[in-house]
Every structure is written in C-alpha cells, then in structure tokens.
C-alpha cells in the first residue's frame, strides 16, 4: 500500500519570501514521486518528478523539491515566492513497479499575498 | 503539445439519469485514470485502466462504471446519478514504462457535474 501526506492543509507566505510544502510520503518500494498545482476551476498540471539519480529535483517556475529517503519525504521549495505562485499543490507518490497508480496527498493550498 | 481532452467543463443531469463523462488522449498513452475531487477530500481514484478493455477498480468505484473500447478513449458512466455524485472529474493519462518520459500523469481541464 501506499500514502501520501501533506500535513498542512494551507500555507501563507509574503511575496519575495522562501517557500515550502510539505510531502511525506509512505511505499513499499521504491518510490517515483511528483508534485502538482492546480488553479482554479482548471486540471492538474506536472510540475516536477523524481524517479532517480539527484535528490534535488527541479521543475518549472522555479519550483524545486528534494528527495530525501531517510525522512521519507519530498518537499516541495521555491526561493522566492510570487503571488502568481497562489494556487492548490498535490504531491502524488507511485511505486516504481506499480503498473502505473499514483496515490496522491489532500492538497496544501499556497496563498501568496503582496 | 500533449493533450488530455474532456467533453464537458460543466454539466448539470436529474437524479437518477444516466450520465456519460468522456475523455480522449493523443499520446498513445497505455494508462488511463478517473479521478473525482471533493473540497478536503483531494483527488480519489474512482477507476484504472492499463489497457483497451482493461479496468481496475480504483478507491470509490460503487455507483460508476468505465468503457475503454478504443486506446484514446476513456469513459466514466453514472449508471444513476445521485446528488452525492455532484463533484469535479478529472481524466488524466500515463505512461507506465517506468523510465519514460510520460510517466507523470497527464490531465484534462475536469469536468464539473452537478446532480440536481
């Protein structure tokens, strides 16, 4: 079985600060894990994955998200956060020799102000 | 650019109609999913499929059912639709070779259905 969970259910920062979301996650295997954001009334769009090699993962907008497989997590970063950057995030897990079923997390909403 | 396509953005049905909920991918994905998204709840798998004609029971399947007759084409049926069904469906595609490019999830723009 697996699981995925995002602790915080919204996250606030200020325009211009760091952020983070948080991503643990649990796989009997090894794990791919993704990350996703979701703007109003739209689809799921991929932002970044990790599947192997480097735990620092970069995707698009900036967003990055490391791999660390002793806390079991994969946090998702961005150094300067902007208010366009306010949207719904899922991180999603699969295991690798799964036939393709990823279980994602609740969602952290991210909120942005200026 | 690779698209996952849903037939409608809104739709509004009468309990207890039949409800066909259509989705269409061009990347000539094997793996193809029904999600449906409640506020607090994030995204619940509703059905699988891995293949023409194959399907996997996913997370909440009671009161669905899903077609794949053809490799593009995936579609989610309410065989009587309820008010609890009122809720966003998303589709969404895979890749499922584990080193491929597509292995993420590719989705539609979801479809919002409202039981009344």
């Known amino acids: 079985a697996q699981s995925v969970a995002q602790p915080e259910d919204q996250v606030n920062v200020a325009e211009g600060n760091p952020l983070t979301v948080k991503c643990t996650y649990s796989?009997?295997?090894?794990?791919?894990l993704f990350w996703y954001v979701q703007y109003p009334n739209r689809g799921l769009q991929f932002l970044l994955k990790y599947i192997t090699g480097d735990n620092l993962v970069k995707g698009s907008y900036g967003f990055e998200a490391e791999f660390n497989k002793s806390q079991t997590s994969f946090h998702l970063k961005k150094p300067s956060a902007l208010v366009s950057d306010s949207a719904l995030y899922f991180c999603?897990?699969?295991?690798?020799?799964?036939?393709?079923?990823?279980?994602f997390g609740d969602g952290t909403t991210l909120t942005v102000k200026p | 650019d690779v698209k996952v396509t849903q037939s409608s953005r809104y739709l509004v049905k009468r309990t207890g109609e039949k409800v066909f909920l259509e989705c269409v991918q061009d990347m000539d994905h094997e793996n193809m999913f029904w999600y449906r998204q409640d506020p607090g709840l994030g995204l619940r798998l509703i059905y699988f499929s891995y293949d023409v004609k194959m399907k996997e029971k996913g997370d909440i399947p009671e009161g669905y059912s899903v077609s794949r007759e053809k490799k593009e084409r995936f579609s989610l049926i309410l065989e009587s639709a309820s008010t609890n069904q009122t809720s966003m469906y998303l589709c969404?595609?895979?890749?499922?070779?584990?080193?491929?490019?597509?292995?993420?999830?590719?989705f539609g723009q979801g479809t919002r259905l409202t039981v009344v």
């Open positions: 796989v009997s295997g090894n794990p791919y």
């Open positions: 999603a897990v699969r295991d690798m020799f799964d036939a393709g079923k990823s279980t």
């Open positions: 969404a595609s895979s890749d499922p070779r584990g080193a491929s490019v597509d292995t993420e999830a590719f």
